[in-house]
């Protein structure tokens, strides 16, 4: 805040009592060019005149007869053209007009100004530029500037007036600056009185208050200046700074963009942090990515213990609709969180489901900000009192039974180790992992394929398991990803958390780790495990683990088989997959004022088998036909590997772009086959 101080000895400050200080305003506030002594200033010697005017620079004049009634000096002039007639000084004032008034707002210059930065994109992209394009471009940046230096267009305005009827105030421009601070200041105040309720509501009151309320931020928040922000606008235009540098504004930005292909490759080109770093994202994406993970795993786990004999499927079902967004919308207005979101007042949130969406997200956000800084147990009781009205409801959610094969030997069943061949192969395994666990046979049943019957040892297969587990990989994922990665927007997490969930991942750690040779299954052949199978048997071990061991020792096997292959996935690209790069080729090299030739893709099933085989056509051109030999059941995988072998035909892509004439233009979008 501004002080009023004075200088002392040894580069000292003193700060001035009220007392002093209202005794200065009443000796400064006297007419800035006094009627009576008019004729003597003009008079005035130009050094004089000089001393006077620099020492009214920058200083606050009102007029209460003109709106608006006060401005700043930045130059004070005599003009002084005829001897018999007396004029005042003029008052100069070098302005900004309003971005919605200047060439920024015109929409001529908003549409050419887009066709513009659209062409350069084009041309710079381009492998061989035409001289008439380049023209083209030419013409354009010249009708741009030509619009920006129109008198009635320009951003910098320049004011006279007379000084006659203007006083001093002897307050300057840093008095203003801070007196807008005052809006921005009560705001706040008010609305962490408001977090107060919320938290009342919630049942957990927030060591950190500034987490609560980026969970509330909607990514269209900007902070303003109340109701009207156009008085706060000009008053800084008018009274303001002529030029504040609030810093690099490339570094006020940096953490705000996230669309465009070369946003997107930067950031995602960036390797994570060592240790946990908080982020300057400041809107709830990112919280929502993380509370998503939350609210998923939750209900999984609980789901998962409280229907011992319920079906994947049947699980599957139920989670769906808990964490749908319109039912996350019903649980964020039992906390009226509408009443507390941070959101624009623009079109964006004026339709209803809009608005619902953004509440269920804003609730998502809530629970990653509980579990933050509350952790798991917190979220746990906040969701469960959500979900159900009745206490007895809510205590059996969150108090569920333990697993069945753990209620029929509730300390351990090591002892059955020697009485079971499947149970005595599996120590083998444990010794590898290091890892001994108290109920071996919820290893076995991780273990077991649906192919088996049903069995005492197991009590069924490991579906449920693989179930359980998908949610506790995503879980953990997402938060490793949540505090290593803090530059990354919910849209690059999610990204890197598909290039490390997924069934390719997730089948080469199962081969590691040697986990085919433990899988318990009728097949006697020696056929190669599917993808599928093998990723499903490393999710029914994390399960395993969880439930045996909890949730440090699933942190610790993430940390140590798959966090340490992102660095891989980043520098190789690897979260791009073949089809988004080839799509991302042809939008790049797309010619202007068409559409662009995308990518289609046709699937035929080879022999009435489950093997299928893919084509990619551009403008009815086949340029890729594949089989994947390695997965032949799997459609996404036969898809990827179709276009992957795109990649290592580089140079017949780019002939094709550069000889246009063999294309057929008429049919450059056609629907897929399968």
Not at 592 to 608: A, Q, R, W
């Amino acid at each position: 805040m501004p002080r009023f101080v004075r200088s002392l000895p040894e580069h000292g400050k003193e700060v001035l009592s009220m007392h002093q200080v209202l005794i200065y305003l009443l000796r400064e506030s006297r007419p800035l060019v006094p009627d009576e002594t008019i004729k003597e200033m003009l008079q005035w010697d130009e050094p004089r005149w000089q001393k006077y005017a620099e020492e009214c620079k920058g200083m606050i004049v009102s007029n209460p007869q003109m709106k608006p009634s006060s401005v700043r000096i930045d130059q004070l002039d005599r003009e002084q053209f005829n001897s018999d007639v007396i004029t005042f000084p003029v008052l100069v004032h070098f302005g900004i007009r309003p971005a919605q008034l200047s060439y920024a707002g015109d929409p001529q210059y908003q549409k050419l100004w887009k066709s513009y930065l659209k062409l350069r994109h084009l041309l710079a992209n381009s492998p061989r530029n035409k001289y008439t394009d380049k023209q083209k471009l030419i013409l354009r940046e010249e009708a741009l500037q030509r619009i920006r230096q129109k008198n009635s267009m320009r951003r910098e305005v320049t004011v006279e007036l007379s000084s006659q009827g203007f006083w001093r105030t002897g307050l300057r421009s840093d008095i203003c600056q801070h007196a807008l601070i005052l809006p921005v200041l009560t705001h706040h105040i008010r609305y962490q009185q408001c977090l107060v309720h919320l938290e009342h509501l919630v049942g957990y009151s927030f060591q950190n208050r500034q987490l609560l309320q980026l969970a509330l931020t909607h990514p269209s928040y900007h902070l303003n200046y109340g109701m009207n922000p156009d008085h706060a606008r000009n008053t800084l235009s008018n009274s303001g700074t002529r030029q504040p540098k609030y810093g690099d504004r490339k570094v006020q930005h940096q953490h705000q963009r996230k669309k465009g292909i070369n946003t997107l490759i930067n950031i995602m080109s960036r390797l994570g942090q060592d240790d946990p770093t908080p982020s300057r994202i400041n809107h709830n994406e990112r919280l929502e990515f993380l509370g998503d993970a939350v609210v998923e795993f939750l209900t999984s786990v609980h789901l998962y213990f409280l229907f011992p004999g319920l079906e994947e499927g049947g699980l599957a079902t139920y989670r769906t609709a808990i964490v749908q967004n319109q039912h996350l919308v019903l649980l964020a207005k039992k906390l009226q969180l509408d009443g507390f979101m941070l959101y624009a007042h623009g079109p964006d949130l004026c339709r209803e489901s809009d608005l619902r969406h953004a509440m269920a997200n804003c609730f998502e956000a809530l629970m990653g900000a509980i579990y933050e800084e509350g952790g798991m147990e917190e979220a746990k009781k906040l969701f469960g009192r959500l979900l159900f009205d009745d206490k007895d409801l809510t205590n059996i959610w969150l108090d569920y039974p333990p697993h069945p094969l753990q209620s029929q030997e509730p300390n351990s069943d090591r002892h059955l180790v020697n009485t079971s061949p499947v149970l005595r192969k599996l120590t083998n395994f444990e010794e590898s992992i290091g890892v001994d666990f108290s109920h071996v046979r919820l290893l076995a049943r991780a273990f077991t394929l649906r192919t088996v019957g049903y069995n005492h040892l197991t009590l069924g297969h490991n579906q449920r398991m693989e179930f359980l587990g998908d949610s506790i990989m995503q879980m953990v994922t997402t938060e490793y990803l949540f505090h290593h990665f803090p530059d990354h927007h919910e849209g690059h997490l999610t990204l890197l958390r598909s290039s490390l969930v997924n069934n390719r991942t997730q089948a080469k750690v199962a081969q590691e780790l040697g986990l085919p040779d433990y899988a318990v299954n009728k097949d006697k052949g020696q056929r190669p495990v599917r993808t599928k199978v093998l990723a499903d048997l490393l999710e029914s071990f994390i399960a395993a683990l969880y439930i045996d061991k909890g949730m440090e020792h699933v942190r610790t096997f993430m940390n140590v088989c798959f966090f340490p292959r992102l660095k891989e996935f980043i520098l190789n690209q690897d979260w791009n997959d073949p089809k988004s790069q080839l799509q991302q080729c042809c939008l790049t090299l797309r010619t202007e004022g068409k559409e662009p030739d995308i990518p289609v893709y046709k699937s035929t099933t080879l022999d009435n088998s489950r093997s299928h085989r893919f084509r990619s056509f551009i403008c009815t051109s086949l340029i890729a036909d594949s089989k994947d030999p390695a997965d032949p059941g799997s459609i996404p995988c036969t898809s990827l590997h179709c276009s992957s072998l795109l990649q290592g035909r580089t140079i017949r892509l780019w002939l094709w772009t550069e000889h246009p004439t063999s294309r057929n233009e008429g049919s450059s979008r056609r629907s897929g086959e399968t």
